[in-house]
């Protein structure tokens, strides 16, 4: 895979089908947490003022060029980047390929209602997916323990997190450990365009 730069923020150079091939092997590999993030040009500047952002994304597994503007800087300095790769469509592939395979997903995150109805409508748009969970992205510090406790005891394969950039990217890599969810992933407002 190569890996550019912008602004010193890391992007995998992959399409939308790679991408999945990568996420597959991640979820393959039981043994660890990987972090997927999904940049644009909003989080490439965010992480030049916020350095606990930036170091994250310099240490996440898979960083997919979703949005244009990335595209578009990217073949700017000479690189061939064949696509966008948006979070919502990311996690629209992955919901469909897991319709066959049957990987464990739990969806975390968007106001209370929201996740539940996500899980609602990709169960029918995907038949056969497995949603092990949802719970809404508002929680408290005090019930931290055990929604962590929650989610580890329903052994998802994929966790997509809707709490908006960064604190969906500074949540998962403070919890990784926790979690141990093969593959995580920052989605933002998927779950809201989803539920319509
Ligand atoms: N959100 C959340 N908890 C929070 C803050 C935000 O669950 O403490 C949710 C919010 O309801 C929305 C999503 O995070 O569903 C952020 O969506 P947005 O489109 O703003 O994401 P971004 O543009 O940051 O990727």
Do not use: C
């Amino acid at each position: 895979r190569t890996r550019i730069n912008i602004l010193n923020v890391p992007i995998d150079v992959v399409t939308m089908k790679e991408a999945l091939t990568v996420i597959e092997g991640f979820i393959a590999d039981k043994s660890s947490s990987h972090l997927v993030a999904t940049a644009n040009a909003e989080m490439v500047m965010m992480a030049q003022s916020d350095k606990e952002l930036a170091n994250i994304l310099r240490q996440a597994d898979l960083v997919v060029p979703d949005g244009a503007g990335i595209v578009w800087a990217a073949r700017y300095h000479g690189y061939k980047m064949p696509e966008r790769v948006a979070g919502f469509d990311l996690a629209q592939a992955i919901l469909a390929r897991a319709a066959t395979t049957g990987y464990r997903i739990f969806l975390l995150g968007g106001a209370p209602g929201i996740a539940a109805r996500a899980k609602a409508v990709a169960e029918s748009r995907y038949p056969g997916v497995n949603i092990v969970g949802t719970y809404h992205g508002f929680f408290q510090a005090a019930d931290e323990a055990a929604l962590l406790a929650d989610i580890r005891a329903r052994r998802p394969d994929v966790i997509f997190v809707a709490l908006g950039v960064p604190k969906q990217e500074k949540w998962l890599w403070q919890h990784r450990k926790e979690l141990s969810v093969p593959v995580a992933i920052g989605v933002g407002g998927t779950f809201d365009v989803m539920a319509g």
